[in-house]
């Protein structure tokens, strides 16, 4: 049982490029997140989405969007990365819209 | 806007040495208050949820009580392994939820 699962695990972009992050999760869970980690804040969330279908912003979504590609998978996008993107980003899921979630080993990405 | 404060920053302990990390917050309607688990280069750990002042839920040496200010999380007779950096988190909102993660305590448990 994998839980929820990220790719990739690292990753290094330069300004501008854009990449796709993604998350899966096997626990038959409604609700996904993204969140970001910076040294010195609390974990804030960037998109939810509640169930299969719909995607709401959370506290920082400029710069990103999101899909909801099918109950499993959740994937975040950035179009053009900027060194403040450069953060620790966490995947997770819940049964029910924010209640106790299930995290991901998390996506350690820089933007140089 | 919703604040949620975490304390102390760091705590190291004795092995056996029993203490309390503590979340205070000011919210606008809670709807509930998670205690989590991070260690190093992982993703945080579920460990309790409160919903109402005098909740209290325990697991193994841990213990969380909820006022209608703060959390505590107690830890009696920690163990080593027992060091991770703990997270707290509200959640509050009357119809748009929003959800708000402290910055953490970082423990160390010294054998």
């Known amino acids: 049982n994998a839980g929820v699962t990220q790719t990739p695990k690292f990753q290094v972009l330069k300004t501008g490029q854009s990449m796709t992050l993604q998350c899966a999760q096997d626990?038959?869970?409604?609700?996904m997140y993204w969140y970001r980690q910076d040294p010195g804040m609390g974990l804030r969330l960037i998109y939810y989405?509640?169930?299969?279908?719909?995607?709401d912003k959370g506290e920082v979504p400029n710069g990103y969007n999101v899909s909801r590609l099918n109950k499993r998978e959740f994937s975040l996008r950035l179009e053009s990365a900027a060194p403040s993107q450069t953060s620790v980003y966490f995947c997770?899921?819940?049964?029910?819209?924010?209640?106790?979630?299930?995290f991901g080993q998390g996506t350690r990405l820089t933007v140089v | 806007e919703d604040q949620v404060t975490q304390s102390p920053e760091a705590l190291r302990l004795q092995e056996g040495e029993s203490s309390s990390l503590n979340c205070s917050y000011t919210?606008?309607?809670?709807?509930?208050l998670f205690w989590y688990r991070q260690d190093p280069g992982k993703g945080p750990e579920f460990l309790f949820t409160?919903?109402?002042a005098g909740e209290e839920k325990e697991k193994e040496r841990l213990k969380a009580t909820l006022t209608k200010k703060e959390s505590f999380l107690h830890i009696t007779a920690p163990k080593p392994e027992d060091s991770a950096t703990y997270l707290c988190?509200?959640?509050?909102?009357?119809?748009?939820?929003?959800?708000?993660f402290g910055k953490g305590t970082k423990l160390s448990v010294i054998p």
């Open positions: 919210v606008s309607g809670l709807r509930g």
């Open positions: 409160l919903y109402s």
């Open positions: 988190a509200v959640l509050s909102g009357a119809g748009s939820y929003q959800l708000t």
């Open positions: 997770a899921s819940s049964v029910v819209r924010f209640t106790e979630a299930f």
């Open positions: 989405s509640a169930s299969e279908g719909t995607t």
């Open positions: 626990m038959n869970h409604n609700s």
